[in-house]
């Protein structure tokens, strides 16, 4: 699989820069995947209608980290197939 990772901390930020350079880095056309540990509306912009944003649906669960990510779906194997799947 060919992929282009991005990342996009302030989409204010990316959005304030020219549309050649915006272009640039998420190609009109191109299918985009989001990850995000927070809610995938902070995403959807990105995306666009054709893209897909993978994040948080609900909060407030305590347990170390690599359970959590275990239980939420935030394993390699998960992110992988998502994308596969586009």
Do not use: C, H, W
């Amino acid at each position: 699989m060919k992929v282009r990772i991005v990342s996009v901390p302030s989409e204010g930020l990316f959005r304030s820069q020219s549309k050649e350079y915006q272009e640039s880095i998420i190609p009109a056309g191109a299918k985009v995947f989001g990850l995000t540990a927070g809610l995938p509306v902070t995403l959807q912009g990105l995306v666009g209608a054709n893209g897909k944003v993978f994040g948080m649906e609900s909060f407030g669960f305590s347990a170390p980290y690599k359970v959590l990510d275990e239980k939420l779906g935030f394993t390699p194997e998960n992110v992988y197939n998502q994308v596969k799947s586009m």
